[in-house]
């Protein structure tokens, strides 16, 4: 029965773009093309004559719109914006459909550890101390999260400005593509009755909606345990009028600043062989450049290209295209501790399903176990192994970022059991992002300054110590069959665990407020660099110039919902749909 289980599975994945019939004449024979969609190819077959207006073939035309990244918000935004005109992405990464790091619930963690220069994840580590990770591949973030998905509550949506009707017509857009509805496992059973034990109500059941209580979230995870990204959202585009690059890596943004106010005229992009080209816009009124390249990227990109500080472009020689403090500005990170419950017996492996959403405004879920499938990809794990990291007996000062281009290890499972964790909402503190240098490859640095508001530090106590109440409840208890420990035990397992490069104090399991300082992690929610109001207009267009949008989380100043991964998406179909009813009113037929 599993063998045919997996049959099907495997039937149910295999690309769109295959014929269902194959030709009868023997040299015409089926292709299995690892691309997917027709419409997607290497940034090395843009043609040598793409600088100009038109190419030969009249295949590297100028565009109506040229989106910088291909991630959760660049896909249905190009998606949508194709069945209109023409829309070129480039994406710095590779596809997501043959990546098995990727692609399968159990690689999960083998895809973030993953520290080699093809890696779906890009790791880096801010001034912080903590570990973090960005996407290098089309679908971004939404191929190397959780695969947690919730919508944004009606708060949040009443303070970005947005159409209600319209966001609820963009987020079921989005569902019916790639959103599936979890089975609970035991665990994450025994989390929901435990947050429900201890007071975290009502009990939702399953829902988007982000709600006070404990609810069950979806996922894009099927129930074969494949992951379904964002990329998977190009299937709505027009094929005709969409064309993907892949590793294409944008250098800057190319400005015509003759005029009173900087004008986009394209951008320049080199290829996997290491070679430029220049894609231009479309002279026709309406079309632009957007950005989508994350809270990372997209303000790295607009300094890269002379939008920023004067005095930061001035250090590193940009030449100046227009003055604006704020690019970098209000970075935040919603920080996150875990407990560490271990197990006696084995535990199957589960990412978020079950989420506590408390009125306080922390979110509790809970992870668990270590997978590893056979087809994943075994390659450079550097400071992420097993050998020199989480849970490793190796002293932390003998960690050292250097170790991600020398060591190479075989992660295997070093702890058995469960992640509590709890996430901040709102925080208050802020840091800010500024370049190491102009390539364009390399991490810019990046500060969150976790806790640094009291205010902050003070919820994260509270948090904890509703987390513990949850991992000593008799519900919890009962269905895990665990040991009971007391709260200084189980905290002594997160501060041991050598989770970040932060200094750890003698005190730290005595004090919740110097423990939430000393094992805070990243839960890959950041956001902010490219605000509203600062960078960009409330219809995300760069103050200051012309034709140029930012479209991605970088223009968030909170993290919409329990994960802001269904609300990155939504926007980026939702921006679609008010860029083409602006531009072509009734005639969009969107």
């Given at each position: 029965m599993a063998l045919k289980l997996f049959l099907f599975a495997l039937l149910l994945c295999l690309p769109t773009s295959i014929s269902s019939s194959a030709p009868k004449d023997k040299e015409h024979k089926l292709k299995f093309n690892p691309y997917r969609y027709t419409f997607i190819d290497k940034a090395s077959t843009f043609s040598a004559s793409s600088s100009s207006s038109f190419s030969s073939s009249g295949k590297d035309s100028t565009y109506d719109y040229i989106v910088i990244g291909g991630g959760t918000a660049g896909c249905p935004l190009a998606a949508t914006l194709s069945r209109n005109f023409s829309v070129l992405v480039l994406e710095r990464g590779g596809v997501p459909f043959t990546n098995a790091n990727v692609s399968f619930l159990r690689n999960f963690h083998i895809g973030l550890a993953d520290t080699s220069a093809s890696s779906a994840s890009q790791a880096f580590v801010s001034t912080d101390g903590v570990y973090n990770a960005r996407a290098r591949v089309l679908g971004g973030g939404s191929c190397i999260n959780a695969g947690f998905y919730s919508r944004a509550d009606a708060a949040f949506v009443k303070r970005a400005g947005w159409d209600p009707k319209l966001v609820n017509e963009s987020y079921p857009w989005v569902e019916r593509e790639i959103v599936h509805q979890p089975k609970l496992t035991l665990w994450q059973k025994a989390l929901r009755d435990s947050l429900l034990e201890v007071g975290v109500r009502p009990f939702n059941g399953f829902t988007y909606d982000h709600v006070s209580g404990t609810k069950v979230g979806g996922t894009i995870f099927d129930r074969f345990g494949r992951r379904h990204t964002a990329a998977e959202l190009l299937a709505y585009a027009n094929p005709q009028k969409l064309r993907v690059l892949i590793y294409a890596t944008v250098q800057k943004i190319v400005f015509d600043t003759s005029g009173t106010r900087p004008r986009v005229t394209g951008v320049i992009f080199k290829d996997e062989n290491g070679n430029q080209h220049q894609a231009l816009l479309s002279n026709r009124k309406g079309s632009e450049v957007i950005l989508s390249s994350g809270a990372i990227g997209s303000p790295q990109m607009l300094m890269l290209s002379g939008i920023g500080p004067k005095r930061e472009l001035k250090r590193l020689k940009i030449p100046l295209v227009l003055e604006n403090e704020h690019v970098g500005k209000g970075m935040a990170d919603n920080p996150m501790n875990t407990i560490l419950v271990p197990s006696k017996q084995p535990i199957e492996q589960s990412l978020i399903q079950t989420v506590g959403i408390t009125k306080m405004g922390v979110y509790v879920e809970a992870s668990t176990g270590f997978g590893q499938s056979p087809d994943s990809i075994h390659t450079h794990y550097g400071v992420m192994s097993d050998k020199n990291e989480l849970f490793s007996t190796k002293p932390r000062k003998?960690?050292?970022?250097?170790?991600?281009?020398?060591?190479?290890?075989?992660?295997?499972?070093?702890?058995?059991?469960?992640?509590?964790?709890?996430?901040?909402?709102?925080?208050?503190?802020?840091?800010?992002?500024?370049?190491?240098?102009?390539n364009v490859d390399d991490n810019p640095k990046v500060t969150f300054n976790y806790f640094k508001h009291p205010v902050d530090l003070q919820r994260c106590v509270e948090a904890i110590r509703l987390v513990s109440k949850v991992v000593t409840s008799n519900r919890f208890l009962n269905y895990t069959r665990c040991d009971k420990q007391n709260v200084h035990k189980m905290l002594s397992l997160s501060v041991k665990a050598n989770i970040n490069l932060r200094p750890k104090q003698v005190n730290d399991t005595k004090s919740m407020a110097q423990f939430c300082k000393d094992t805070v992690v990243t839960i890959w929610h950041y956001?902010?660099?490219?605000?509203?109001?600062?960078?960009?207009?409330?219809?995300?267009?760069?103050?200051?110039?012309?034709?140029?949008?930012?479209?991605?989380?970088?223009?968030?100043?909170?993290?919409?919902?329990?994960?802001?991964?269904?609300?990155?998406?939504?926007?980026?179909?939702?921006?679609?749909?008010?860029i083409l009813r602006e531009r072509l009113g009734n005639k969009a037929g969107v």
């Open positions: 003998q960690r050292r970022q250097a170790d991600i281009s020398r060591n190479k290890y075989q992660l295997q499972e070093a702890f058995n059991g469960s992640f509590i964790l709890e996430k901040l909402a709102y925080p208050i503190s802020r840091g800010h992002l500024s370049l190491l240098n102009t956001h902010g660099g490219c605000l509203v109001g600062k960078v960009v207009s409330p219809d995300r267009k760069v103050l200051g110039v012309n034709r140029l949008r930012v479209i991605d989380g970088s223009t968030f100043d909170e993290s919409p919902g329990t994960n802001p991964q269904a609300t990155v998406m939504m926007m980026g179909r939702y921006m679609g749909v008010k």
